[in-house]
């Protein structure tokens, strides 16, 4: 199962986004997840016209990891609508989806010399949906053909590692440098995540 959210990133927070106005009514709704007629979640075709949240490096969340036999990166967008409501309020509304795609590290290419960047089609893709008609937050992961993916179980350790470790509503938003402030300045951050990072709000 693929590592999910999230990793470090190349934006930048600007300092009017953390003290964004608060949010009004008229707030609209993400666009609602599809699923087939079995239930298995669709990939959302248009996620690279998303919202880029961050991008990391072989990251892991386990110390008795091992080196992966090849390096690869994740790439993490939000769907605009998701995003928008997080900026105003901190949280994440009704209907979210954060798609994480995989994709090969690569060192030795054209003109360059040091350092790694992505190649190639994608390996894989998580999701990860608040969809509360179908029992709130879930994972579901895919291949790099894209079929429809089945639920990940709720008894998998992905679930009790984001219930345990997520700065905001289950969601590692402590890895989105253009979010986490803004999670401070709503103070949204789960009393757990506070505790393990001696954040002060």
């Known amino acids: 199962m693929l590592r999910f959210l999230f990793a470090t990133s190349m934006l930048a927070l600007s300092s009017s986004a953390a003290t964004a106005a608060p949010a009004s009514d008229t707030t609209a709704a993400p666009q609602a997840p599809s699923y087939t007629g079995d239930g298995r979640l669709q990939l959302p075709a ?28 994740d790439n993490v967008f939000v769907d605009p609508e998701a995003y928008r409501t997080f ?10 989806a954060l798609v994480m795609e995989v994709r090969g590290a690569q060192t030795k290419g054209s ?18 949906v608040r969809d509360d008609a179908h029992g709130g937050w879930a994972f579901y992961s895919f291949n790099g053909d894209r079929a429809p993916a089945q639920k990940i179980p709720t008894d998998r350790a992905c679930y009790t590692c984001h219930q345990a470790h ?36």
């Open 166 to 201: 997520g700065a905001v509503d289950t969601t590692f938003v402590q890895f989105y440098p253009t979010l986490l402030p803004i999670a401070e300045a709503r103070k949204t951050l789960s009393p757990a995540f506070r505790a393990e990072s001696g954040a002060a709000h």
């Open 111 to 128: 003109i360059n010399r040091r350092g790694s960047f992505q190649s190639g089609a994608p390996m894989g893709y998580e999701v990860h």
């Open 46 to 73: 248009d996620y690279r016209q998303w919202v880029f949240l961050t991008s990391g490096l072989d990251m892991s969340y386990r110390e008795d990891g091992g080196a992966p036999d090849h390096s690869m990166f």
């Open 87 to 96: 900026v105003q309020t901190g949280h994440w509304p009704d209907r979210t």
